[in-house]
C-alpha cells in the first residue's frame, strides 16, 4: 500500500513540476549546454501554462495541443523502448509498432486529464547539473500544490542531434521511467510472458479497441 501511494504520489507532482515550471534561477549550470538544457526545459513547461491552463479547452483540443507539446518535449520512443525493457527484443514488428502507439496514447491521456489539478503550482528551481558518468542534463526542482508540503523532482534532459529531449522524471529519488518498466513487467510476466498481455491492457486504458 505504501508503495502505491507513493507512486501516485510521484506521477502527480511529476506532471504538477513539468508544467508549473517557469523560470530559472540566475545563477545556475556551470556549462553552456546546462544553462540550454535548463532554458528547454523552463520553455516547455511556460507553453503548457500559456497555452494548457485555460478553462475554454475542450477535451479534444488539450488533447491535440499535449500531444504537440509531448512530441517536442519528451524523447517517447526512447522512454517507451525503456519502459518495455528485455521485452523489447523479444517484439515482433508488429507489436512494436503496436506498443509505441499505445505508449504515446497512455502518456497524453494520462497526463492531459491531470494537468486541471495542477496547473495552480508553485515550483523552485534549485540546480542545473551535468551528471559525472553520463551527458545527461538534471534540472532539480522543488515544488508543491498550495497546502503539501514540498516535493524534490529531477528533470533529465539528454541532448540529441537537433534539440534537447526529456528522458525522465525522478520524485524524489523515485524514476518514473523505472516505475513505469516494474509495472509493465508485472503485467507480462502474469500474461504468461506474452507481450499481447500488455498490449491488451494499454488497448483498455486508451480506449484503442
Given at each position: 500500500?505504501?508503495?502505491?501511494?507513493?507512486?501516485?504520489r510521484?506521477?502527480?507532482?511529476?506532471?504538477?513540476g513539468?508544467?508549473?515550471?517557469?523560470?530559472?534561477?540566475?545563477?545556475?549550470?556551470?556549462?553552456?549546454?546546462?544553462?540550454d538544457?535548463?532554458?528547454?526545459?523552463?520553455?516547455?513547461?511556460?507553453?503548457?501554462?500559456?497555452?494548457?491552463?485555460?478553462?475554454a479547452?475542450?477535451?479534444?483540443?488539450?488533447?491535440?495541443?499535449?500531444?504537440?507539446?509531448?512530441?517536442?518535449?519528451?524523447?517517447?520512443?526512447?522512454?517507451?523502448?525503456?519502459?518495455?525493457?528485455?521485452?523489447?527484443?523479444?517484439?515482433?514488428?508488429a507489436?512494436?509498432?503496436?506498443?509505441l502507439?499505445?505508449?504515446?496514447?497512455l502518456?497524453?491521456?494520462?497526463?492531459?486529464?491531470?494537468?486541471?489539478?495542477?496547473?495552480?503550482?508553485?515550483?523552485?528551481?534549485?540546480?542545473?547539473?551535468?551528471p559525472?558518468?553520463?551527458?545527461?542534463?538534471?534540472?532539480?526542482?522543488?515544488?508543491?500544490?498550495?497546502?503539501?508540503?514540498?516535493?524534490r523532482?529531477?528533470?533529465r534532459?539528454?541532448?540529441g542531434?537537433?534539440?534537447?529531449?526529456?528522458?525522465d522524471?525522478?520524485?524524489?529519488?523515485?524514476?518514473?521511467?523505472?516505475?513505469?518498466r516494474?509495472?509493465?513487467?508485472?503485467?507480462?510476466?502474469?500474461?504468461?510472458?506474452r507481450?499481447?498481455?500488455?498490449?491488451?491492457?494499454?488497448?483498455?486504458?486508451?480506449?484503442?479497441?
Amino acid at each position: 500500500m505504501r508503495n502505491t501511494l507513493t507512486r501516485r504520489r510521484a506521477g502527480g507532482v511529476a506532471v504538477m513540476g513539468l508544467f508549473a515550471l517557469c523560470r530559472l534561477p540566475s545563477a545556475s549550470a556551470s556549462t553552456r549546454v546546462a544553462r540550454d538544457a535548463g532554458h528547454f526545459v523552463s520553455s516547455i513547461a511556460q507553453e503548457a501554462i500559456d497555452e494548457l491552463a485555460s478553462t475554454a479547452l475542450d477535451e479534444g483540443e488539450r488533447l491535440r495541443r499535449f500531444r504537440r507539446l509531448f512530441a517536442e518535449g519528451f524523447d517517447i520512443p526512447l522512454i517507451a523502448r525503456f519502459v518495455l525493457g528485455r521485452y523489447w527484443r523479444q517484439a515482433t514488428d508488429a507489436e512494436r509498432a503496436e506498443y509505441l502507439k499505445l505508449f504515446d496514447e497512455l502518456v497524453v491521456q494520462t497526463y492531459a486529464r491531470r494537468f486541471n489539478e495542477f496547473n495552480a503550482a508553485r515550483l523552485r528551481v534549485l540546480s542545473v547539473s551535468r551528471p559525472n558518468e553520463d551527458n545527461d542534463v538534471i534540472v532539480a526542482v522543488e515544488g508543491a500544490l498550495q497546502g503539501k508540503p514540498p516535493v524534490r523532482m529531477d528533470v533529465r534532459v539528454r541532448q540529441g542531434a537537433a534539440q534537447f529531449k526529456i528522458i525522465d522524471l525522478s520524485i524524489e529519488g523515485i524514476s518514473m521511467a523505472v516505475t513505469q518498466r516494474d509495472e509493465f513487467s508485472s503485467v507480462i510476466q502474469r500474461g504468461g510472458g506474452r507481450i499481447e498481455a500488455l498490449l491488451a491492457s494499454l488497448r483498455d486504458k486508451t480506449g484503442q479497441r
